[in-house]
């Protein structure tokens, strides 16, 4: 049982690091773009696929890590499979049609859990994005429009 734990305990870290890395390069490559001062349609939609790719790749390459480990450890008929049942419980999708070892079955909802975590951090920054652009936006749309006169006090 202690060889379960410090292995999905290793698979955890390596996952948060590579999250934390690629999270870490994309927040400062918005910073320096001062992305988040831009307004258009265009320009935003551009943004957004370019932030929605980036964080794609974050998840696939953590999917790929906990893949790699099921396919060399030989649990899975070929490496296709390992990554498939790596994506299902990456994303909680979990359809159950592929199992691991009886004694390693735990690393399914280890990982299921830590993906849901690190979806949810995802999903944070596109909130905080999001929510930017449109503050930025309404700014300055009411910026532009001229302010009506108060009413007089008689």
Not at 6 to 11: N, T, V
Not at 86 to 100: P, R
Not at 128 to 145: D, L, P, V, Y
Request: glycine share 10%; aromatic share 12%; with cysteine.
């Amino acid at each position: 049982m202690l060889v379960e734990v410090l292995f999905a305990g290793g698979l955890v870290v390596v996952t948060v690091v590579i999250h934390a890395v690629g999270f870490s390069a994309l927040v400062r490559a918005i910073l320096r773009s001062h992305a988040l001062d831009r307004s258009g349609f265009w320009i935003v939609t551009g943004m957004l696929i370019g932030v929605t790719s980036w964080l794609m790749l974050i998840h696939l390459t953590e999917i790929c890590v906990w893949g790699l480990f099921y396919c060399r450890q030989g649990w899975m008929p070929d490496a296709g499979t390992s990554f498939y049942f790596s994506g299902v419980t990456y994303t909680s999708l979990g359809y159950g049609d592929q199992l691991l070892p009886k004694p390693w079955r735990m690393l399914a909802p280890l990982e299921t859990l830590t993906g849901i975590l690190l979806c949810g951090l995802s999903t944070g920054l596109f909130f905080a994005i999001a929510h930017r652009w449109i503050s930025n936006f309404m700014q300055r749309k009411t910026a532009g429009e001229p302010r009506s006169a108060a009413p007089m006090n008689e």
